[in-house]
C-alpha cells in the first residue's frame, strides 16, 4: 500500500462545476496535510494546508480532513479553466521526518 | 523576496558522465529537499537536510546519487556515471520550519542523459 494515494484521473468537470479531488494516506498519526498545485512544466505550488479535522475554506478552495478514515479531499468551486493542473496531496506522517506526496490527480476544467 | 533558484534549467549529457545540479534555498530557510519528478510522475523524495543535523538519505536510489549543504545553505547534488533512467527534472524545496513544513519549491533543472 502507498503511503498517500490518489487517483491518477484525468479528472474532467465542466466549467463552473464543483472539482472534488480525492487523497488516503495510511500514517494514522499523520497531522499535516497539504495540497499543492502544478502546472505542466512548472513547479508545485501550495494550495492548501489544514492540520484539524474539518473543513478549512479559501475562497473557491476547500480542504476536508477527516482523521478517523484516514482521508483528505480539496474541493474547487465554481472551476475555472485556469485550475486544469495536476493536484498533489502531501501527508507529514507520525514521525514528523518528511513529507509523502502522492503521485497527483490531473484535473481538466471543460469549457 | 527571491525564491528557490536552481542551477542549470536544463542539461543535456551523455551516458557515464557526472553531473552537479545546484540549489539556492530561500534565505534563512533551515529545511531543504531534493525530488526527482519522471514524465507523468509524482515526486520521489531523494534527500533532506535540516539545519546542522545529519541530512536523511533514505530516498537517494543508489550510490551514484550524493548531495550536500555547504553552510547551512547552497546545495548541490551529483549524480555520478549517469544512466538514462536518472533522465527527470530534477526539484529542490526549500522550507522555513524546524521540521517538515511547508514546501517553496525551485523551478527545477530538466536532465536529459543521452
Known amino acids: 500500500q502507498k503511503e498517500v494515494e490518489q487517483n491518477s484521473g484525468p479528472l474532467s468537470v465542466p466549467e463552473g462545476a464543483i472539482a472534488s479531488l480525492n487523497c488516503t494516506y495510511s500514517?494514522?498519526?499523520?497531522?499535516?496535510f497539504f495540497w499543492y498545485r502544478q502546472y505542466s512544466g512548472k513547479s508545485p505550488e501550495l494550495i492548501m494546508s489544514i492540520y484539524s479535522n474539518g473543513d478549512k475554506e479559501d475562497g473557491r478552495f476547500t480542504a476536508q480532513l477527516n482523521k478517523a478514515s484516514q482521508y483528505v479531499s480539496l474541493l474547487i468551486r465554481d472551476s475555472q479553466p485556469s485550475d486544469s493542473a495536476t493536484y498533489l496531496c502531501a501527508v507529514i506522517g507520525s514521525s514528523a521526518s518528511k513529507i509523502i506526496f502522492g503521485s497527483g490527480t490531473r484535473l481538466s476544467i471543460r469549457p | 523576496g527571491a525564491g528557490v533558484s536552481q542551477s542549470p534549467s536544463n542539461k543535456v549529457t551523455e551516458k557515464g558522465k557526472d553531473v552537479e545540479l545546484r540549489c539556492d534555498p530561500i534565505s534563512g530557510h533551515t529545511a531543504l529537499y531534493w525530488y526527482r519528478q519522471s514524465l507523468g510522475q509524482g515526486l520521489e523524495f531523494l534527500i533532506y537536510f535540516q539545519g546542522n543535523s545529519a541530512p536523511d538519505k533514505s530516498g537517494l536510489p543508489s550510490d551514484r546519487f550524493s548531495a550536500e549543504r555547504t553552510g547551512g545553505s547552497v546545495s548541490t547534488l551529483t549524480i555520478q556515471r549517469t544512466q538514462q533512467e536518472d533522465s527527470a527534472v530534477y526539484l529542490c524545496a526549500s522550507s522555513p520550519g524546524l521540521g517538515p513544513d511547508t514546501q517553496y519549491f525551485g523551478p527545477g533543472t530538466r536532465l536529459t542523459v543521452l
Open positions: 500514517d494514522r498519526g499523520s497531522q499535516s
